[in-house]
């Protein structure tokens, strides 16, 4: 998907957050590639301080966004296709994980969101939300605990080699746990971690026994990203 078409859900999506004082923050690839990394993403990835229901009530068959139906609907998560084409053509997912939902442990009322341009090819220069970059680093983190693409590694090397200082400074709230089983998939990463200050001993030993295709669904985006 372009990076422009995109953008243009982007914007949309943050024209509508914005208006009804909805806090959020893009995060995953498409953030990273706005950032300079050298990333191709085929969604948008956004954390809102809302719960479904509103999302749903806010945004579905507004503007361009039309909920998709799942088979096993989720309290914590809710994605829409967008696109403001009439007959609906380069349609965008847009996937959002929402702050508020039954057993929510962490807020964003303390997560900073850095607005950042971007250019949409239907709606031009405009002003985004993104997650500040420590937290681009921990959702990325996170996504290479639990599953294998190579990207994940990349982003997460760009994002240590341009941000180090933020993300050296935030290493204390980083999981262990989650950088075991980072390391267990890639091991070349040791060496990153243990640059910001992570002890990767104890990063392994935290791991002995954990299973992580056993993670939990519910709300695992969130924890990874604000816990």
């Known amino acids: 998907m372009r990076t422009?078409?995109?953008?243009?859900?982007?914007?949309?999506l943050h024209h509508i957050l914005t208006s009804a004082n909805i806090k959020y923050g893009i995060f995953g690839g498409f953030a990273i590639?706005?950032?300079?990394?050298?990333?191709?993403?085929?969604?948008?990835?956004?954390l809102a301080a809302t719960t479904k229901e509103y999302a749903l009530r806010l945004l579905d068959g507004r503007e361009g966004f039309v909920a998709v139906q799942v088979?096993?609907?989720?309290?914590?998560?809710?994605?829409?296709?967008?696109?403001?084409?009439?007959?609906r053509s380069e349609t965008v997912l847009v996937e959002i994980f929402c702050e508020q939902f039954a057993g929510a442990q962490y807020s964003m009322q303390n997560i900073r969101c850095n607005a950042c341009p971007v250019y949409g090819s239907r709606r031009g220069h405009d002003t985004i939300k993104f997650l500040d970059p420590f937290y681009l680093f921990k959702g990325m983190l996170r996504a290479a605990a639990y599953r294998n693409k190579p990207h994940d590694e990349q982003d997460l090397r760009y994002l240590e080699s341009r941000y180090f200082g933020w993300i050296a400074a935030g290493k204390d709230t980083l999981s262990l746990e989650?950088?075991?089983?980072?390391?267990?998939?890639?091991?070349?990463?040791?060496?990153?971690?243990i640059r910001i200050g992570i002890d990767v001993a104890k990063a392994k030993l935290a791991v002995r026994g954990v299973n992580p295709d056993r993670a939990p669904v519910l709300g695992a985006v969130q924890r990874g990203l604000l816990g």
């Open 4 to 12: 422009e078409r995109l953008a243009d859900a982007a914007i949309a």
């Open 33 to 46: 590639g706005c950032v300079g990394g050298p990333r191709q993403s085929k969604n948008v990835n956004c």
């Open 71 to 87: 088979l096993k609907p989720r309290d914590d998560y809710v994605t829409f296709l967008w696109s403001d084409y009439p007959e």
């Open 178 to 193: 989650v950088v075991g089983l980072a390391l267990r998939r890639y091991p070349d990463l040791e060496t990153l971690f």
